[in-house]
């Protein structure tokens, strides 16, 4: 049996989840969306020079997908029109250009249709390097070109297939952040802008402002297709970069919101304190610690100033 660095188990019935085991440490969550004659991936993780064990078989994110899905009869359909076995199209979504998100896109640039926010091209187009931390983390910063730049709250389909997905446009963890809603499987793909457990990165190129406004736009989304789904007795859940794979959207964005006003007014919890390449770095969690943020202090201060509110940050650490 081949050794990797990657796992691959069922979200639901038509979406894998794939876990990369890096030595970076983020263990990023990447999905697989199988449709009859194309696949649908969500992210593609740190790239394949950042296995934690180096010694494994298989560090390619492509090759580790299209061997389990040939393995389970996935990866091929016959076209009915020339009776050819035909390899399915591969649909990649970005959900933000981070480095964890973006190191494996390279295996996936020659040949697949790739689909990016378009609400701000230029941070994309212009210093991608630099931008995705690809630069700060020595991973090669992958070239390829937008197939597509989706706009707010865009029905996606292909070559006339309904993918069942919509994009939304949800800046704040970076200008470029997207999120897909899977109208099939009730599923919410939030990227980095919800998790659990961990706190939200607001880092050099994150908003704040712009954050918020995101959050709020999400949560009337989604309290919008709760509604709709209320007959069947289901509910919209997360699916998310890292750690969330099946919350309650609702209550998640709920709760991040509260903390995002509490973390605003200096009344959640300071957990931690750090340097992390030159910049002084604030830890606040809510009460539960399941929700917090990691915030550098000038991006803090910036959104606390303009939402009106006036205490005094801590003084920074020595690195």
């Not at 009869?73 to 973006?102: A, C, M, Q, R």
Request: charged content about 25%.
């Amino acid at each position: 049996m081949t050794t990797s660095c990657f796992s691959f188990t069922p979200l639901n019935k038509s979406t894998y989840k794939v876990v990369q085991d890096d030595s970076l440490n983020e263990l990023p969550f990447i999905y697989v969306k199988v449709y009859p004659t194309l696949l649908v991936l969500i992210d593609t993780g740190c790239g394949p020079n950042h296995a934690k064990d180096p010694t494994v078989e298989e560090k390619s994110i492509r090759r580790f997908i299209e061997s389990n899905l040939e393995t389970e009869g996935k990866l091929k359909y016959v076209d009915p029109e020339s009776n050819e076995t035909k390899t399915k199209h591969w649909l990649v979504f970005i959900t933000h250009t981070h480095y964890d998100h973006i190191g494996g896109l390279f295996e996936f640039a020659d040949d697949s249709t790739i689909f990016i926010s378009g609400y701000s091209q230029e941070y994309i187009l212009k210093d991608l390097g630099c931008n995705s931390l690809c630069c700060a983390f020595n991973i090669p910063t992958p070239k390829f070109t937008v197939s597509h730049w989706l706009e707010q709250n865009e029905h996606l389909t292909f070559d006339g297939v309904d993918l069942h997905l919509e994009a939304l446009i949800t800046p704040g963890h970076t200008p470029d952040e997207i999120a897909l809603y899977d109208s099939e499987e009730h599923v919410f793909y939030a990227g980095d802008s919800l998790y659990e457990v961990l706190p939200i990165y607001i880092i050099e190129t994150s908003n704040m402002i712009e954050y918020i406004a995101s959050l709020d736009m999400m949560l009337k989304y989604v309290q919008s297709k709760n509604k709709e789904l209320e007959p069947l007795g289901v509910r919209v859940t997360t699916a998310s970069g890292h750690i969330t794979d099946s919350a309650d959207t609702e209550k998640l964005i709920i709760e991040t919101q509260e903390c995002f006003w509490q973390t605003l007014k200096g009344n959640a919890v300071l957990t931690e304190q750090k340097v992390m390449r030159e910049k002084n770095l604030i830890i606040y969690m809510n009460e539960a610690k399941n929700v917090g943020f990691m915030c550098i202090d000038t991006k803090l201060e910036e959104a606390k100033k303009h939402f009106g509110f006036d205490w005094q940050l801590p003084a920074p650490v020595s690195a």
